[in-house]
T-cell receptor
Framework: GENVEQHPSTLSVQEGDSAVIKCTYSDSASNYFPWYKQELGKGPQLIID?????GEKKDQRIAVTLNKTAKHFSLHITETQPEDSAVYFCAAEDTGRRALTFGSGTRLQVQP | EPEVTQTPSHQVTQMGQEVILRCVPI?????FYWYRQILGQKVEFLVSFYNNEISEKSEIFDDQFSVERPDGSNFTLKIRSTKLEDSAMYFC?????????????FGPGTRLLVL
């Protein structure tokens, strides 16, 4: 089955700086890669996703890049704000079944 | 904006007891899921459900677990005889396929503590 590795496990940045979180996946047939933000006591909230027919997708301060050859994808947050502080999970859709395999999460702390 | 809702938010139970976790998926969604997250660990897939039957299940989803859509709005996860290791956050998710693309939306979770 799919295996997703995520780095770093924790990330601390100054407000206004950029943050980058990286994930690798094992199943070359995977085609869908969402990113979720989880705030304390809440469920994962979808913030952006990318499918394998594109290499990059942007939504305001958030962007995701995908390198299918290398089997890795990254989340980029620019101009970080304190409210960006949360745990971020990458995921990959298991081919052949309707299930997401999640990375281990990155705790992002944005220092004011 | 429509949301997935879950009840209860917290549940404490004794080992060996049965628990039922409830979810109300987004109304026009057709695919339903349960995931769990043991404290400090990854979110793990348990089961997917479509057209009133299980589509896929993971190795975690053994005979102690069952799912049901008892009416047009609720989707439930039952754990028949809870074990200490069932303590986790349980998330329900739902999705719809549009234009060949599917996106899963998660509920806020139920924190289950088995004593």
């Amino acid at each position: 089955g799919e295996n997703v590795e995520q780095h770093p496990s924790t990330l601390s940045v100054q407000e206004g700086d950029s943050a980058v979180i990286k994930c690798t996946y094992s199943d070359s047939a995977s085609n869908y890669f969402p990113w979720y933000k989880q705030e304390l006591g809440k469920g994962p909230q979808l913030i952006i996703d990318i499918r394998s027919n594109v290499g990059e997708k942007k939504d305001q301060r958030i962007a995701v890049t995908l390198n299918k050859t290398a089997k890795h994808f990254s989340l980029h947050i620019t101009e970080t704000q304190p409210e960006d502080s949360a745990v971020y999970f990458c995921a990959a859709e298991d081919t052949g079944r309707r299930a997401l395999t999640f990375g281990s999460g990155t705790r992002l702390q944005v220092q004011p | 904006e429509p949301e997935v809702t879950q009840t209860p938010s917290h549940q404490v139970t004794q080992m060996g007891q049965e628990v039922i976790l409830r979810c109300v998926p987004i109304s026009n969604h057709l695919y339903f899921y349960w995931y769990r997250q043991i404290l400090g660990q990854k979110v793990e897939f348990l089961v997917s459900f479509y057209n009133n039957e299980i589509s896929e299940k993971s190795e975690i989803f053994d005979d102690q677990f069952s799912v049901e859509r008892p009416d047009g709005s609720n989707f439930t996860l039952k754990i028949r005889s809870t074990k200490l290791e069932d303590s986790a956050m349980y998330f329900c998710a739902s999705s719809i396929v549009a234009g060949g693309k599917e996106t899963q939306y998660f509920g806020p979770g139920t924190r289950l503590l088995v004593l």
